[in-house]
């Protein structure tokens, strides 16, 4: 009663008053938005609006990570990915670290924050910078340059400026580079947080752009733009070779910072054993390793959030297996017959080779249509294990931790994978589960017992029990309750807990590890002659010394690029590699193949042998991709034809020079 | 009463002096009388008066009156709100009974701020009474104001109880303001989205009209809709007109007991009518035919069902139960029974007068289960005491309480009625042998199970409002005609949402063993609350003044005003899942959580203020010359310092040319005829608040290490300092016209309403460089345009006296400038622009899309696919092999050989529509009254969207509508031999969805001209009839008064026979049901007074 009164007075002096605006003065606000004051003033807010900035940094998760050495979520088909890396085009984002700069230098001048605390956040600011335009140069070019807000000019004389144009690549180049090499000057060695840029993640950074655009200058010519274009007329996407040699010096440099004296080293360097060095690698990815990790993204956000690597994991070994979501991805032969095999237990040194199928030897052969090509005559000619896991118990340990294979011990069982068998009769079936009795039932589980006859199913097991949930090649992408199983016998287990099936998987990603400074100045001095050979020989080895190999290999680029793909399996790296080096497979050019000349994803066919009343394997190598009327998804070819730079969408807009147009377009 | 203190002095003035003049006269009689009104009731302050004369008197408390006249002389006798009588004074004792009327030109019809006689309004404004709005018996009050209020639009879209999904629009404005009680009560509140298929923690804002919804229309005196200019006075947001409502007051008599109550049963307006079981799987076999696949139903098992066999065997030597479950008896009762309950008292005296009323209404589903309920109470009163002479001081209340219950998971509520319809009739409800255990049907939702909250869970909505209002009437002594009034309000509001969604196990029907586990949304229980709380606090100050000067009227009104709303919302959920064998669920309080399952809690709050000062000034000259200027200088405090105040004027003019001498000579038949017009402007208050304060929202996080994650906040545009309210101009030119006395009658009304500077982001081309989204800023504009018709007319004929009125509105809207569409280059070509553009196109108009019906049918297969019109765009890759016997030739507007959505015309289309119309007819003969209301719409279309669920097999039953289609005349026929027989019918034939694919082939295409049905409809809303018993033979038990009455709502309904099995009027799309269908109700009541 008191407060209506209260107003009624009001109200009635009001009428008196002229104005009453007082009414409407401190007012809550909006309370579901944050003051810029409160932001921009504390050292808090300083933190809050960095956590943005750092969320904004482009490819740091797992969502999209090397799927190029994979096959897609259930399916024959690539990944939903292109064959390039991930570009950046985010001035939103770029004015968020332009606005976060200026508020850092006014809490240093009001002493909020004192010069070295602003210090650090200015360098954090600038390595994030940097990043995201190390993230446009590689794809873009280079691209206009904008380290203020520009927001501020709208509407005003000065609109001009609101155009920005492009800086030639190299100009960007080197500004990306030197913009982490200042960062690196502010930054502390070490943060007190350890997700948080130092300055040997920034070193590191700078050692990765520099040998990117050492490569570029240096593999330019495998790729080269049509010289016509507008776009490499005026330099904005062209780089050549006299540039390189003074970007590996800059890598070397880089690199030289964060491997000499700053304490940064591999994790479980030179193992006792096999076991060791596998249980090593496994563990490396279950929780973040600082001294190893310079910078990367922890998934333990103390919320039940997950790294997304719980769709690595085959559907068979999900939480619950009830799911008709995505199924895992799978990893495809090509990479599995990278890894090397170790001689013998002890003496461990390097046996490199493919996985053998055939009696002949001959591994360069595979088959296009396996359901068709394959028959029962031609089983003689393959290789009879006795074991399904005997072809991988001497594989590199990087394999064995990262790679879940036919037979591996997983989640307190074993991982069954097959898909086909040799009948009682010797009559042969490959993707049994595949075929339909017509009813819209399929007739065959995964030893072709009938599905109407569960006496029969018991008596044919030929390996695992009887519990078909674990098999992979369940009726390929769906079986026929709707639930996706993984359809290949490899899928990746880097990031996925080995121990038990859980819906939130929270193991940390490294965007850069100190095995990458390694090999970055190993590739740098390879390729340039510049710098130390036999420390970069050190590092190339020190990689696989930890992966428990015990002899070292030559400094080649035959090696170093070996090691790109199998240290880095699923870390987004060997596509990185391939991009930079200009070097995806292009069936139109001869120079350019780091990739090999397959141009075909491959997999492995695990079948059982049960004929003459005996048990043995057989693995095919196959086109995943049997018939298209009759499965889903494409052949998938590794080729990559196109231009190494993307087109910028709103140019026009932007009033800037698109890539790839010639100058009337 | 004031106007009786007034009257009774100002009469016994006159008396003193008219007593000396009237012993001068011979052959005076004094006469006595009573006056009452239809009730009997005694009506206090009536004025009787000699004709021609200043002789007059005013009745008592009891009704009664004394006046020496000459004999013979007419005496008038008035009373405001009744129809005013002349007698002969020809007898000692005279009893007149007045009959209320609310069309009387000197009625008192509410306004802004303030009463005014009907005669001299300028405004277009409808005062309806309590009675009219009661003669609707349903509990939400928008539905009761349906065809009742020309220029109202209004569709009930559901009779889900207490869903209130009654849309209210005013003349296609949107929903206008609710005053009640002098100050503004509907407010923007914020609840857990409805929306099918959210988030189940998502919010939405929505205006609450619950003061007008949740009304009881015993407790109402009236309620007043300004619909032009005259509204504008209620400031910001009064833009879409506004709903006064006014309480019943205290009066000065005898204390008065009324109670009433009604009780009705309620059906589903459209009556279920589908195949039988056996006749069902016939059809659906011969479905099968026509696409080439597989009978479903095994002939075995067909003649199982026609013979009642207990059992059937299939092919393979299984043996079947024969269970027929028919889903829809299930789940349906014969009715839903519902009761509304209404005591109220009042009576008071010159010092004190009072008014309390109680009311209880209880709505049922028509659906069997404890899922769904609608409760209220509500309690009203005010307390009226003369402080001082010249001071009144009015206390008013209001207390609601009601509580709703529905289903735990909105998307299970949006679908029950599918599930309902496709469940398998061939399992029982419970398996075989376990009553306790639901069985497991499609989509794994058996909806009996879905009906049970102990299995499912629940929603249940507790609302408590309460307002308070006191008012203080000071009349000034020192200047007649002056006053002041001072008024305050506070209202506050409660409500708590408690949701429960239950995981639960379905179980197979012939073995009871669990047969689905849910995976995803389902897997796990969650229980949340949410509790709103909302104030609003309110001040007022006004002098009034009202006088005249001879032939010169003048009143004037100078107000300031305050108010103050604040919102705050607290919400909590637990979950219990997905492992079950981990988490015991047991009471449904938060606290029950374990300290390990998953929780999520969200909470807000906000303030809004608003201040106002208000200016009104009328004068009339003779009552002819009609003139009203009015202004207010309004404040908000969405805006920055500077740009929170502006001024919006109105004026309005009246000529009532039939005061004109001359007028008045030619055509003395017309009592009266005004033109009026009023023209005003307001604003609409638009954007967030504080937008012109810099604020950042959350974007991204980042986890700085391992287990403490940081909350990103990002400002991705800049504060907007250029953004207000839109600029709102409304006018209206109107004429009323009323005949021989009010015989006949009527208005007309032309509107128009312009919005300047609705917010729009400005067109201009900006790099990416710029880096943030343009503040928006007031550029578009749209007007809406329409005509409003009333036609009345009324008489007695001996005992016999009636009314009738039909009122009719049309309304439409369009843009008259769109920033994004300064230059129509955004459209690929002149059909895109004609198919997507809005600029200058009347809204609505486009809504419904069809196909033109050459009028050619195929009648054969073979025909089909040598038709030279590629059906190929429309049925995606089946072309013209996916037409069917019976199917429609299309025709191919634009000549290109093939029928793509370029071949449709747009018309009309399903919403709320922009033509309805009202009728009622309302009279009483001795002791018999009744009334009959119509409403109807029309330029609105239906599409059976998805009859291909209902048609084409793709539920377990077949409306009987269907079998008007073509088939094979002959059961078991091949229709793909060219000799069997067909038999033509209006449907194309009907196939099973599985051939075609998918609900969007042609055939089953909402636009296809068979699937696209004009809904103009008319509707018995309303069928009362009363009778009035007489008071002598109830006077022993101490009642004064007694009326029963029966009442029928949606009795009849009068549109295409297409619609015969769709309702017209509601969301209701032949979608097996789809909505909640509104009711059919058969009630019947009572009315005491003691």
């Known amino acids: ?665 | 009463m004031r106007q009786t203190n007034l009257l009774k002095r100002a009469v016994s003035l006159a008396l003193g002096f008219f007593l000396g003049a009237s012993a001068l006269l011979a052959q005076n009689i004094t006469v006595t009388g009573t006056v009452t009104d239809a009730m009997k009731e005694p009506i206090i302050g009536a004025s009787v008066l000699q004709q021609g004369t200043t002789n007059g008197t005013a009745t008592d408390i009891d009704g009664k009156f004394t006046l020496s006249v000459p004999k013979g002389a007419n005496l008038e006798i008035s009373s405001i709100g009744f129809e005013t009588r002349t007698l002969k004074a020809d007898a000692a004792e005279i009893n007149v009974i007045l009959r209320e009327d609310s069309e009387l030109l000197n009625e008192t019809v509410v306004v802004g701020y303030g009463v005014q006689k009907r005669e001299s309004l300028t405004g277009a404004i409808t005062q309806i009474r309590s009675e009219d709005i009661a003669a609707t018996k349903t509990a939400d009050g928008v539905a009761a104001l349906q065809g009742k209020i020309p220029g109202l639009l209004i569709t009930q879209n559901s009779g889900k109880p207490g869903a209130f999904a009654s849309e209210i629009n005013l003349r296609g404005f949107g929903t206008p303001m609710v005053v009640v009680d002098g100050v503004v009560r509907s407010t923007t509140r914020t609840r857990k989205s409805t929306t099918w298929n959210q988030d189940p923690n998502a919010l939405e804002s929505y205006t609450d009209l619950s003061v007008l919804q949740e009304l009881n229309p015993e407790d109402i005196e009236s309620i007043s809709v300004l619909k032009d200019a005259s509204a504008t006075i209620y400031g910001l947001g009064a833009q879409n007109g506004v709903i006064l409502i006014t309480t019943k007051k205290g009066q000065v008599k005898k204390p008065s007991v009324n109670f009433s109550a009604n009780l009705s049963f309620a059906q589903p307006v459209v009556p279920r009518q589908v195949e039988s079981w056996t006749s069902f799987m016939k059809w659906e076999n011969a479905m099968s035919d026509v696409g080439k696949l597989g009978h479903r139903w095994a002939d075995a098992q067909i003649a199982a069902y026609e013979n009642g066999d207990p059992t059937w065997t299939d092919a393979e030597g299984k043996v079947h139960d024969t269970v027929y479950t028919d889903w829809y008896d299930e789940v349906y009762r014969k009715a839903a029974f519902n009761q509304q309950y209404n005591v109220s008292i009042m009576g008071g005296n010159d010092q004190v007068n009072y008014y309390f009323g109680g009311s209880y209404a209880d709505d049922n589903p028509i659906l069997k289960g404890n899922a769904y309920g609608y409760k209220r109470y509500g309690f009203n009163g005010n307390v009226s005491v003369k402080l001082l002479p010249e001071l009144t001081m009015r206390y008013t209340t209001n207390f609601r309480q009601s509580s709703n219950l529905g289903m735990g998971d909105f998307d299970l509520d949006w679908n029950i009625f599918y599930y309902i319809y496709q469940s398998d009739p061939t399992v029982g409800v419970h398996p075989k042998n376990n009553p306790a255990h639901y069985t497991d049907v499609e989509e794994h939702l058996n909806p009996v199970a879905l009906l049970d909250p102990e299995t499912t869970g629940f929603t249940k909505t507790d609302r408590k409002d309460f307002s308070n209002t006191v008012d203080f009437t000071y009349e000034a002594p020192f200047l007649k005609g002056l006053k002041f009034q001072a008024t305050g309000a506070y209202d506050f509001g409660r409500s708590k949402q408690r949701t429960l969604v239950k995981s639960f196990i379905l179980y197979s029907y012939m073995d009871d063993l669990p047969a689905y586990t849910w995976s995803n949304a389902r897997n796990e229980t969650e229980y949340a609350e949410m509790w709103n709380d909302n104030a609003r606090i309110y001040g007022r100050v006004q002098a009034l003044f009202d006088r005249q000067f001879g032939r010169h009227n003048v009143s004037a009104m100078l107000g300031a005003e305050l108010t103050s709303i604040t919102n705050a919302m607290i919400g909590a959920s637990r979950y219990y899942g997905p492992d079950k064998e981990q988490f015991l669920y047991t009471h449904d309080v938060i606290n029950k959580g374990l300290l390990d399952s998953r929780s999520s809690n969200q909470g807000t709050r906000s303030t809004s203020r608003t201040a106002g000062y208000i200016g009104r000034i009328n004068y009339n000259y003779m009552g002819k010359y009609l003139v009203e200027v009015m202004g207010r200088y309004d404040g908000n405090y969405m805006f920055q310092k500077g740009k929170r105040w502006s001024l919006f004027p109105s004026y309005s003019l009246g000529w009532r040319i039939s005061e004109e001498k001359f007028f008045k000579s030619i055509l003395p038949a017309v009592n009266n005829l005004k033109f009026r017009w009023s023209d005003g402007y307001t604003g609409s208050p638009q954007g967030s608040a504080y937008a012109y304060i810099n604020g950042y929202d959350t974007s991204g996080s980042w986890v700085f290490s391992d287990g403490k994650t940081t909350t990103g906040y990002a400002n991705n545009s800049v504060a907007n300092t250029v953004l207000t309210w839109a600029k709102v101009r409304m006018m209206d030119f109107g004429v009323d016209w009323e005949i021989w006395q009010g015989k006949f009658g009527g208005t007309f009304d032309w509107f128009k309403r312009e919005m300047i500077g609705t917010a729009a982001t400005r067109s201009v081309s900006l790099p990416d460089f710029y880096a943030v989204s343009i503040p928006q800023e007031n550029l578009n504009r749209s007007e809406t345009q329409g005509l409003e018709l009333t036609l009345y007319h009324r008489n007695s004929i001996g005992n016999f006296s009636y009314r009738i009125q039909g009122t009719a509105t049309f309304s439409r809207n369009r843009a008259t400038y769109i920033e994004s569409e300064k230059t129509n280059t955004n459209y690929g070509s002149q059909m895109d622009y004609w198919k997507s553009g809005s600029l200058y196109r009347w809204n609505g108009a486009f809504g419904g899309s069809t196909y033109h019906w050459t009028g050619e049918r195929f009648t054969s297969i073979d025909q089909a696919s040598s038709s030279q019109i590629l059906y190929s765009a429309l049925s995606s890759s089946e072309g013209n092999r996916a037409l069917i016997v019976g199917q429609y030739q299309i025709e191919d507007r634009n000549g290109n050989g093939y029928i793509d959505t370029d071949d449709v015309y747009y018309t009309w289309g399903s919403g709320n529509p922009p033509l309805q119309f009202g009728l009622t007819f309302s009279g009483s003969y001795k002791n018999f009254d009744f009334s009959l209301l119509f409403n109807g719409a029309s330029l609105k279309w239906k599409g059976y969207g998805l009859s291909a669920y209902a048609g084409y097999g793709f539920l377990n039953y077949l409306p009987s509508q269907y079998t008007d289609a073509y088939h094979v005349t002959n059961y078991g026929d091949d229709p793909w031999d060219p000799a069997t027989q067909w038999t033509e019918g209006f449907w194309p034939a009907l196939v099973r969805l599985s051939q075609v694919g998918s609900y969007n082939a042609p055939m089953y295409g909402a636009n296809q001209p068979y699937n696209f049905v004009d809904a103009t409809y008319l509707r018995l809303k309303t069928l009362e009839l009363g009778y009035r018993v007489s008071p002598n033979f109830l006077k022993k038990a101490g009642i004064k008064s007694a009326r029963i009455f029966f009442n029928g709502g949606n009795l009849l309904t009068i549109c295409s026979k297409y619609l015969k099995y769709v309702d017209p009027e509601s969301n209701d799309s032949g979608r097996a049901g789809g909505e909640f269908q509104i009711n059919k109700t058969y009630s019947f009541g009572f009315n005491l007074n003691f």
């Not at chain 1, 602003?118 to 691209?143: C, M, Q």
């Not at chain 1, 079986?479 to 193991?507: H, I, L, M, W």
């Not at chain 1, 090999?519 to 001095?525: I, K, N, R």
């Not at chain 1, 240290?567 to 790296?573: S, Y």
């Open chain 1, 1 to 665: 009663m008191k407060k209506i009164f209260a107003f009624i007075l009001i109200a009635g002096l009001s009428l008196g008053i002229t104005s009453c605006d007082k009414f409407f003065d401190n007012m809550e606000g909006d309370l579901n938005k944050v003051a810029a004051e409160d932001l921009l003033n504390t050292e808090n807010g300083l933190l809050s609006l960095l956590a943005n900035l750092y969320s904004n940094l482009p490819g740091l998760s797992l969502s999209d990570n090397d799927k190029y050495q994979m096959f897609g979520a259930g399916a024959r088909d690539l990944p939903s990915y292109g064959n390039t890396v991930s570009g950046f085009w985010n001035y939103t984002a770029v004015r968020a670290v332009n606005v976060f700069l200026e508020a850092v230098e006014n809490c240093r001048a009001n002493g909020i924050l004192d010069d070295n605390a602003a210090d650090h956040y200015k360098g954090e600011a600038l390595f994030i910078r940097a990043y995201y335009y190390f993230a446009s140069v590689r794809i873009y070019g280079g691209v206009p340059i904008v380290t203020e807000p520009l927001d501020k000019y709208y509407g005003t004389e000065e609109e001009d400026k609101l155009y920005v144009p492009r800086s030639t690549e190299k100009d960007t180049w080197d500004w990306v580079i030197d913009q982490f090499e200042q960062a690196a000057e502010l930054l502390p060695e070490k943060q007190t947080q350890e997700m948080r840029a130092n300055k040997y993640s920034a070193y590191a950074l700078e050692a990765r752009a520099a040998l990117w655009a050492a490569s570029v200058s240096n593999y330019w010519q495998r790729a080269a733009l049509n010289p016509s274009y507008e776009a490499v007329q005026k330099k904005l996407s062209y780089m050549e070779k006299s540039y390189a040699s003074a970007y590996y010096q800059k890598a070397i440099d880089a690199a030289s910072k964060v491997i000499d004296g700053s304490g940064y080293k591999l994790y479980g360097s030179n193992p006792a054993d096999i076991q060791t060095a596998k249980s090593n690698l496994t563990n490396l990815f279950r929780t973040w390793q600082g001294e190893e990790g310079l910078f990367g993204r922890s998934y333990k956000t103390g919320a039940d959030d997950t790294n997304g690597s719980q769709n690595w994991v085959p559907n068979q070994w999900a939480s619950g297996y009830t799911g008709t979501g995505a199924a895992g991805y799978a990893v495809t032969l090509n990479l599995a017959d990278e890894y090397d095999y170790y001689s013998d237990e002890t003496s461990r040194t390097r046996k490199p080779g493919k996985i053998q199928t055939l009696v002949n030897g001959n591994e360069d052969e595979y088959l296009n249509d396996p359901e068709v090509e394959f028959t029962a005559d031609k089983v003689a000619s393959y290789k009879h294990y006795n074991t399904v896991d005997e072809p991988f118990q001497l594989k590199d340990a990087r394999f064995q931790a990262w790679v879940l294979y036919p037979g591996a011990e997983f989640r307190g069982g074993i991982h069954y994978a097959q898909g086909g068998m040799v009948k009682p009769d010797g009559t042969v079936e490959v993707y049994p589960n595949a075929k339909s009795n017509g009813d819209g039932n399929y007739s065959y589980y995964v030893k072709g017992a009938n599905s109407k006859d569960a006496a029969q199913k018991d008596t044919i097991w030929a390996y695992g029990g009887k519990n078909i949930n674990n098999s992979s090649f369940m009726g390929l992408t769906t079986d026929k309750n709707g639930n996706n199983r993984n359809a290949y016998c490899f899928t990746p287990r880097k990031y996925v807990d080995p121990n038990s099936s859980s819906a939130v998987e929270q193991s940390p990603y490294y965007d850069i590890r100190y095995a990458e400074v390694l090999l970055t100045y190993a590739e740098a001095v390879c390729e340039s002659g510049l710098g130390d050979k036999s420390k970069a020989k050190q590092c190339l080895n020190e990689i696989r010394h930890r992966a428990g190999f015990k002899d070292d290999v030559d400094l080649t680029l035959d090696n170093i690029l070996h090691e790109w793909k199998v240290e880095f399996a699923f870390e987004n790296k060997w596509t990185n590699v391939l991009y930079r080096r200009r070097g995806f497979y292009n069936p139109n050019s001869e120079n350019n193949q780091e990739e090999g000349t397959l141009g075909k994803k491959l997999t492995l066919i695990p079948m059982a042998d049960i004929s003459g009343g005996k048990e043995s394997y057989i693995f095919l190598r196959a086109l995943p991709v049997v018939s298209m009327s009759k499965y889903w998804g494409s052949n998938p070819t590794l080729s990559y034809t196109g231009n190494y730079y993307s087109q910028i969408g709103n140019y026009k807009k932007d009033k800037i020079v698109d890539n790839n147009r010639l100058p009337e377009e």
